[in-house]
């Protein structure tokens, strides 16, 4: 039964819609269990009613059609129990229910699996047996094992507007509603407009779906890249030599077949007539012939199904290449990929960049640190956004709280208008507390720092009226290269950023890659990488590459002296240690050169629960403390901080994290240490007021968030 489950979900997978995708599903299940009728119930959250999806055995007319109450009959009771229900004789059960429209008596033996995602009902898949049957354990340990997998598919399409759109349910009054998918908030700010999709070159799983401008032209491109793909394998074939095995050359005939006319060649021409455009259209079919192939049980013939991915690479090549590749992007762009990139967000005019949506990624990818450099609106780790299906649709980004808003209806988007309306006017109005000091009505002051990964960040910086920069990640300048920059090119960098801000102090922070920042040229294969070798533990491994870098900032700081250090990731106090030797003996060097440098405060970042209930230990060895409470939230709580499923237990506010804050605070006041915090809870008005009453003495956080932060 496990290669029939991997095989059904390698179909699923592969099917060009949800519709079909569910069909298989029914299909293959029936088969598997050999029963004579399989149905998939799904509810409809709106109406409360569970809607029959897809079914074998029962009529196909009544798919969409029949709809029962929650509570009604055996699936109602599946729903309830949320377990499976098994029943040889359904009729005789007291919660049996006949629906007039099922017709469904003519089967005797029951079993429904509840489908469940996030703790949320989504559906009930169903087989049924006329004669009087038990389905045994390992019949319900498939269906319950296939229903798991199938929840996350399942509860995509209800959230991307895909269910309501099959139902076509139009009751009276009813009125169009918005599609939401929740992400990561990564940039804060809304922005309206539409969807450009972004997806890598040479990769035909991440085409996406296109109407097709001229379908003529489409026509043309196709019959050029097929024509130009079969002259290929015509030469490599020629060039094979004579003493291969026939069998082996046969297989390049193979390969022609596959791209002639009357075979694939057809189906993509058909798909194309149909109004979507070539690249979107290869897509398809080679898709679906993948997994065709990938289903049959015979190893050799599994094997072809790489072949065809080849090929099909090949003619999206050749397509590609083609193509005109002056992309538009519409006055109003919004970016959407599975991995937008930070070269595919710089690629677009600035003025015409609203917003940011990636299936993937977190509040830390470069692409999301670039934009919150521009200020651009960001959602990440939309997890399940089918992006290829998006290119055009209008949306709304609410990088406030996480959300993408698919086809907004005309209300939504006056909410959203009124909303950015009234951004903009508080922006303006802020701008007059950029010159007054952070200080509340009776007098108590704080300091408000910038959170900056990258020198560009500097005009803004200074338009918002930061005292300095209380976090400079300096990871992210490493992250933008393909080697580890040299001394020179890391101190050119770092005094740009000291000359910038002079005199206000800089706090740069040293290297802190490893966990879900790699460098790509450092790679760290790891199972555990957030309780690996990430942050000091690193750069204390590697003394070549701390040493250069601190080097590198000393010197920066060189008849300036406004820069300060903090470590990250740090455990144990011992760690301290190691790393005041390293920075004592690289300050030793350069002065030794002559350059003529104080040695820099220097600071420890909490982000660990040991550092926390170490605070005071540490405290004594440096001049600040920072607390990194991104990374202190993650750790406490034992919450990756990128994984949507568990996006709802991250909770800065969580009792336990302010406990351990307060903690922090009065262990740096107890040895008369200042101390800060730069993790985002620093940007968020409804935090910072409470942060402020336990003491913290700063607050750095990104810089649109900082004239908001100066107001409250
Ligand atoms: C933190 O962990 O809170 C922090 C500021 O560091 P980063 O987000 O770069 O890990
Ligand atoms: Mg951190």
Same mark, same amino acid.
């Given at each position: 039964?496990?290669?029939?489950?991997?095989?059904?979900?390698?179909?699923?997978?592969?099917?060009?819609?949800?519709?079909?995708?569910?069909?298989?599903?029914?299909?293959?299940?029936?088969?598997?269990?050999?029963?004579?009728?399989?149905?998939?119930?799904?509810?409809?959250?709106?109406?409360?009613?569970?809607?029959?999806?897809?079914?074998?055995?029962?009529?196909?007319?009544?798919?969409?059609?029949?709809?029962?109450?929650?509570?009604?009959?055996?699936?109602?009771?599946?729903?309830?129990?949320?377990?499976?229900?098994?029943?040889?004789?359904?009729?005789?059960?007291?919660?049996?229910?006949?629906?007039?429209?099922?017709?469904?008596?003519?089967?005797?033996?029951?079993?429904?699996?509840?489908?469940?995602?996030?703790?949320?009902?989504?559906?009930?898949?169903?087989?049924?047996?006329?004669?009087?049957?038990?389905?045994?354990?390992?019949?319900?340990?498939?269906?319950?094992?296939?229903?798991?997998?199938?929840?996350?598919?399942?509860?995509?399409?209800?959230?991307?507007?895909?269910?309501?759109?099959?139902?076509?349910?139009?009751?009276?009054?009813?009125?169009?509603?918005?599609?939401?998918?929740?992400?990561?908030?990564?940039?804060?700010?809304?922005?309206?407009?539409?969807?450009?999709?972004?997806?890598?070159?040479?990769?035909?799983?991440?085409?996406?779906?296109?109407?097709?401008?001229?379908?003529?032209?489409?026509?043309?491109?196709?019959?050029?890249? @097929?024509?130009?793909?079969?002259?290929?394998?015509?030469?490599? =074939?020629?060039?094979?030599?004579?003493?291969?095995?026939?069998?082996?050359?046969?297989?390049?005939?193979?390969?022609?077949?596959?791209?002639?006319?009357?075979?694939?060649?057809?189906?993509?021409?058909?798909?194309?007539?149909?109004?979507?455009?070539?690249?979107?259209?290869?897509?398809?079919?080679?898709?679906?012939?993948?997994?065709?192939?990938?289903?049959?049980?015979?190893?050799?013939?599994?094997?072809?199904?790489?072949?065809?991915?080849?090929?099909?690479?090949?003619?999206?090549?050749?397509?590609?290449?083609?193509?005109?590749?002056?992309?538009?992007?519409?006055?109003?762009?919004?970016?959407?990929?599975?991995?937008?990139?930070?070269?595919?967000?710089?690629?677009?005019?600035?003025?015409?960049?609203?917003?940011?949506?990636?299936?993937?990624? =977190?509040?830390?990818?470069?692409? %999301?640190?670039?934009?919150?450099?521009?200020?651009?609106?960001?959602?990440?780790?939309?997890?399940?956004?089918?992006?290829?299906?998006?290119?055009?649709?209008?949306?709304?980004?609410?990088?406030?709280?996480?959300?993408?808003?698919?086809?907004?209806?005309?209300?939504?988007?006056?909410?959203?208008?009124?909303?950015?309306?009234?951004?903009?006017?508080?922006?303006?109005?802020?701008?007059?507390?950029?010159?007054?000091?952070?200080?509340?009505?009776?007098?108590?002051?704080?300091?408000?720092?910038?959170?900056?990964? @990258?020198?560009?960040?500097?005009?803004?910086?200074?338009?918002?009226?930061?005292?300095?920069?209380? @976090?400079?990640?300096?990871?992210?300048?490493?992250?933008?290269?393909?080697?580890?920059?040299?001394?020179?090119?890391?101190?050119?960098?770092?005094?740009?950023?000291?000359?910038?801000?002079?005199?206000?102090?800089?706090?740069?922070?040293?290297?802190?890659?490893?966990?879900?920042?790699?460098?790509?040229?450092?790679?760290?294969?790891?199972?555990?990488?957030?309780?690996?070798?990430?942050?000091?533990?690193?750069?204390?491994?590697?003394?070549?590459?701390?040493?250069?870098?601190?080097?590198?900032?000393?010197?920066?700081?060189?008849?300036?002296?406004?820069?300060?250090?903090?470590?990250?990731?740090?455990?144990?106090?011992?760690?301290?240690?190691?790393?005041?030797?390293?920075?004592?003996?690289?300050?030793?060097?350069?002065?030794?050169?002559?350059?003529?440098?104080?040695?820099?405060?220097?600071?420890?970042?909490?982000?660990?629960?040991? %550092?926390?209930?170490? %605070?005071?230990?540490?405290?004594?060895?440096?001049?600040?403390?920072?607390?990194?409470?991104?990374?202190?939230?993650?750790?406490?709580?034992?919450?990756?901080?990128?994984?949507?499923?568990?996006?709802?237990?991250?909770?800065?506010?969580?009792?336990?994290?302010?406990?351990?804050?307060?903690?922090?605070?009065?262990?740096?006041?107890?040895?008369?240490?200042?101390?800060?915090?730069?993790?985002?809870?620093?940007?968020?008005?409804?935090?910072?007021?409470?942060?402020?009453?336990?003491?913290?003495?700063?607050?750095?956080?990104?810089?649109?968030?900082?004239?908001?932060?100066?107001?409250?």
């Amino acid at each position: 039964m496990l290669t029939n489950l991997r095989q059904i979900v390698q179909e699923v997978n592969a099917a060009q819609d949800f519709k079909q995708a569910m069909q298989i599903l029914v299909s293959r299940v029936r088969e598997t269990i050999e029963t004579q009728a399989c149905s998939l119930f799904l509810i409809d959250q709106k109406r409360k009613q569970f809607v029959l999806m897809s079914t074998v055995g029962l009529s196909d007319k009544l798919v969409g059609k029949v709809r029962l109450g929650l509570d009604q009959g055996l699936i109602g009771l599946v729903g309830e129990r949320a377990e499976p229900v098994n029943i040889r004789d359904a009729p005789s059960h007291p919660k049996y229910y006949l629906s007039p429209k099922l017709g469904d008596d003519k089967f005797k033996s029951f079993l429904g699996v509840p489908i469940i995602h996030q703790r949320q009902l989504v559906g009930v898949l169903v087989v049924q047996e006329g004669e009087e049957r038990g389905f045994d354990e390992s019949e319900e340990a498939f269906m319950v094992t296939v229903s798991a997998q199938m929840a996350g598919i399942i509860a995509h399409a209800a959230a991307t507007g895909i269910l309501e759109k099959l139902w076509a349910y139009k009751a009276r009054g009813a009125r169009k509603e918005s599609h939401t998918v929740k992400g990561i908030p990564a940039v804060p700010g809304v922005g309206i407009g539409n969807a450009v999709v972004v997806y890598p070159l040479a990769d035909l799983a991440a085409v996406p779906d296109k109407e097709a401008k001229d379908v003529q032209v489409e026509l043309e491109l196709f019959n050029q890249a @097929l024509l130009a793909s079969r002259q290929d394998i015509e030469e490599l =074939s020629a060039r094979l030599p004579e003493s291969l095995p026939t069998a082996e050359k046969a297989l390049f005939e193979v390969y022609l077949q596959i791209l002639d006319d009357n075979s694939i060649g057809k189906e993509v021409r058909a798909l194309i007539e149909d109004g979507q455009w070539a690249q979107g259209a290869l897509r398809r079919v080679i898709n679906k012939h993948i997994a065709a192939f990938e289903a049959m049980e015979d190893s050799y013939l599994r094997e072809r199904a790489d072949d065809l991915r080849d090929l099909g690479r090949r003619v999206l090549s050749h397509l590609q290449s083609s193509k005109q590749s002056v992309s538009e992007y519409p006055e109003q762009t919004i970016l959407v990929g599975d991995e937008v990139t930070a070269s595919a967000l710089a690629a677009v005019p600035s003025d015409s960049l609203v917003g940011v949506v990636s299936a993937s990624g =977190s509040k830390n990818s470069h692409v %999301a640190i670039l934009a919150r450099a521009l200020g651009v609106p960001a959602v990440m780790g939309t997890k399940g956004l089918s992006v290829t299906e998006l290119d055009g649709v209008q949306l709304i980004v609410d990088g406030y709280y996480g959300q993408v808003y698919l086809e907004p209806t005309q209300r939504l988007r006056k909410q959203y208008i009124a909303l950015a309306k009234e951004e903009q006017q508080l922006d303006a109005d802020l701008e007059q507390l950029r010159d007054l000091p952070a200080q509340t009505p009776d007098n108590y002051q704080v300091s408000l720092f910038i959170n900056t990964g @990258l020198n560009e960040d500097a005009g803004l910086s200074s338009s918002v009226g930061a005292e300095g920069i209380g @976090l400079f990640r300096t990871e992210v300048p490493f992250m933008l290269r393909d080697s580890f920059p040299t001394e020179e090119e890391q101190r050119v960098l770092y005094r740009q950023l000291l000359s910038a801000f002079h005199p206000r102090p800089v706090i740069m922070r040293t290297l802190d890659v490893g966990g879900d920042k790699p460098l790509p040229y450092f790679p760290i294969e790891e199972a555990n990488p957030f309780l690996g070798w990430r942050g000091l533990r690193i750069t204390l491994d590697h003394p070549e590459v701390f040493l250069v870098q601190l080097r590198a900032m000393l010197k920066a700081n060189h008849e300036l002296g406004n820069l300060r250090i903090l470590f990250p990731m740090v455990t144990n106090p011992s760690e301290v240690d190691d790393a005041l030797r390293l920075l004592a003996r690289a300050h030793k060097e350069i002065v030794d050169e002559g350059f003529d440098v104080p040695m820099p405060l220097v600071g420890v970042m909490l982000e660990v629960p040991s %550092a926390v209930y170490m %605070a005071g230990s540490i405290a004594k060895r440096v001049d600040y403390l920072s607390v990194g409470s991104n990374d202190l939230t993650q750790y406490l709580l034992a919450v990756d901080r990128n994984n949507s499923h568990v996006s709802n237990i991250y909770d800065g506010l969580n009792p336990a994290v302010l406990m351990s804050l307060m903690q922090a605070v009065q262990s740096a006041h107890n040895e008369a240490k200042q101390i800060s915090i730069c993790g985002e809870m620093a940007g968020d008005p409804a935090s910072v007021i409470l942060l402020m009453a336990m003491g913290f003495n700063a607050f750095s956080m990104n810089a649109t968030s900082l004239p908001r932060i100066k107001w409250v």
